[in-house]
């Protein structure tokens, strides 16, 4: 069973077996307050679980505070437990949950496509999709990148890519994609979190110097 933690947009949890199905999911959409909530969603999911053997954990794109919340999460469960952690770029796991609700849906063919998370501050963040190949695993084209409010529609027309917003991002997704991931043989991220920017409060510098 593979634990998936997603905290790029609100917070998401989830448990599921490697063949998709899914055993709990749990989250909260408030966009703040991650480290408030996580440890009770994992409470909820980690009930109806069974032995896990993985932790696959959204690596963003991400606000810095918010995303690493998860991540620090995901990396101290994964160390506890002595298990695998399985790193995927967040908006791979949100076009995944995308493709494949449109062949539930029965869409003939998915064009390619732009997952867009708000990235706040006017601006939001966008990837490319193009369907998924033979292991299962969504095909990203373009980004992750950072676009201005006003200059993101004729980005993605340039691109040829319909947008496609996205409020969240479901934990198990992120799971089923590490799972399509593993079995393939593959890897989806680095170690390394996709933060939208670099952390608004920094060290200060050395103290001036007091003259005379």
């Known amino acids: 069973m593979i634990l998936g933690i997603d905290t790029s947009l609100g917070t998401a949890v989830a448990v599921i077996e490697p063949d998709g199905v899914v055993v709990a999911t749990a989250d909260s959409p408030n966009p703040l307050g ?38 620090a999460t995901a990396r101290a469960f994964a160390l506890g437990r002595g298990i695998p952690l399985v790193p995927v770029p967040s908006h791979d796991a949100a076009a995944l949950g995308l493709l494949l609700g449109d062949a539930v849906a029965g869409a003939d063919g998915t064009p390619p496509f732009a997952v867009v998370t708000d990235a706040r501050r006017r601006e939001f963040a966008y990837s490319v999709f193009e369907g998924t190949d033979d292991d299962g695993v969504a095909v990203r084209t373009t980004g992750p990148l950072l676009a201005p409010r006003d200059e993101l529609d004729d980005r993605l027309a340039a691109l040829g890519a319909a947008r496609r917003d996205v409020a969240a991002v479901p934990a198990a997704m992120v799971a089923l994609a590490a799972s399509r991931a593993l079995a393939a043989g593959r890897t989806l991220a680095t170690s390394e979190p996709l933060y939208l920017r670099s952390p608004d409060v920094t060290l200060p510098g050395a103290p001036k110097k007091v003259t005379a």
């Open 34 to 71: 991650h480290a408030e909530a996580i440890g009770g969603l994992l409470e909820q999911v980690l009930t109806s679980a069974g032995a896990l053997t993985h932790v696959a954990v959204g690596m963003g794109p991400g606000p810095f505070t918010g995303l690493r919340v998860g991540i």
